[in-house]
């Protein structure tokens, strides 16, 4: 192939960069999200990843209409060819693999709000842990529970919801959304923690609009090497279920000087996949520095943080972007 070849992907930014609440009711707000797409996307940026704050409501047609009215607003203000893609979990109370059946159904509603919020954004892709809740460690009184006697406990829990993610991917199909089940590592979250749990997962879940999100760090870390990885993208692209893919750094900050073996990731998933490529990077903000135990420091925020001597947020976005053209370029034209 011509070197000078690009990829077909378009490039995606979290923007877990920012923020984990996009607060769509709120007007001054959603002119701080309009300022940020304005500069992501003169950088190259052509979409971004919206995470989608978990709500305690059971009427969702206020937020749902909200997140109507931030599309509508980025639209009129000139940025209608922007793509939206949506980050979405389960919570402790709206848990799909729970044995309470009404909690069950509560998820259930919950998950599917999320997939109108991501139609109502006229989003294609709603990822996330939507399976298990985030972190949401498995313990038996006050002690955790770990190695063996975990696994049967999520092979019990993963029972009791794939009858519900076999629901809301019937319901997302409706709504020409494909929902993406990430894989995160175990440190994080108690599972699925490997993409072959997630695949032994959707053996039943038959709608291949429940599919899979791919995230490099969590590959690097929880991955079972370059060969196993390689059938099992196979695998994905064969069931259709390949929806979407992330790059991150394993420790979740910048990208450009991380340890991420590009062609062992992408040389597969290139040949099976022409979707958005996403990245994520996990900002140092408030809402993060706890749950992923951040000791590094915070990408200053431009209009938001005082400016100093490190990199901005902006700073890592464009050199994220520029590493990921080269390395997805090179391995494209291979």
Known sequence: MNDNMLIPQDVYLSFFMFTTNLKPHDHEYRKRVLKHIKELTQMGYTGFEFPIAPSDNTDYSQEIQDYANLRRFLDDEGFSDVDITTNVGATPSCDPSSFDAGQRQKALAYLKARVDITAALRGEVMMGPIVVPYGAFLKDGNTPIWSDRLQWELARRYANAQPTLQELGNYAEDRNVKLAIEPITHWETPGPNKLSQVLDFLEGVSNPTVGVVIDTAHEILDGEGPEIFAAQVRQLA???????????????????????????????????????????VFNAIPDFLDSLRLSRRKFWIPGEDAENQYPSAYDIAQEAIDITRKKLTHIYNL
């Not at 910048?254 to 062992?264: D, G």
Request: net charge neutral; charged share 20%; proline share 9%.
């Open 238 to 280: 064969n069931e259709r279920r390949l929806h979407y893919v992330q790059v991150s750094a394993p420790d979740r900050g910048a990208v450009h000087t991380s340890w991420i073996p590009w062609e062992s990731l992408f040389k597969p998933i290139l040949s099976v996949y022409n979707g958005p490529v996403a990245i994520e």
